[in-house]
């Protein structure tokens, strides 16, 4: 497997994207719904790594969204259902984590859901590190959401 920005122009990242979000909408309501789309991750402020096989197929993704020079976010990781649960979501959070910690970033932080379906990712980030904190950056208290923070 390869790890490498992702300059957000193919189709099949489109299409990747294009189905987290599809799949974020259809278990959380619009207004807790805080994946971003194709266009929020162009943003200057946000970069976005894939993970391939050998033969170039998208099997995961995450972004790091830089709120300032010393606290990072992670955003859009997802891995492709055939792939869950076979190392792919570490493999990429570990490196994050390596990346934030690179560009100098002492704090990583992040919004996923409280429901039943993100127990698993919620479980991945508490393996590395990971605890509750309260509401960051523009983030609001939302039931459906839980926060979580480390230094790095």
């Known amino acids: 497997m390869k790890i490498a920005v992702d300059d957000l122009s193919g189709p099949e990242i489109a299409a990747f994207l294009a189905e987290h979000v599809s799949e974020m909408r259809s278990i959380t309501p619009p207004e807790s719904k805080h994946a971003l789309d194709l266009d929020g991750l162009r943003r200057y402020d946000v970069t976005l790594w894939t993970v391939t096989e050998d033969d170039g197929t998208i099997v995961g993704c ?5 709120l ?33 910690r690179r560009t100098g970033h002492r704090r990583l932080s992040l919004e996923t ?15 590395h590190g990971f605890a509750p904190c ?19």
């Open 113 to 127: 859901g409280s429901d039943p379906f993100f127990a698993p990712a919620r479980a991945l980030y508490a393996k």
């Open 134 to 152: 309260e509401p960051f950056a523009d983030y609001r208290p939302d039931p459906l959401s839980v926060y979580l923070t480390r230094t790095i």
């Open 68 to 100: 300032d020079r010393e606290h990072a976010e992670v955003k859009s990781m997802r891995t492709a259902a055939r792939r869950k649960r076979s190392g792919v979501a570490s493999l990429l959070l570990e490196h994050l984590i390596a990346e934030a």
């Open 62 to 66: 995450g972004a790091l969204k830089w």
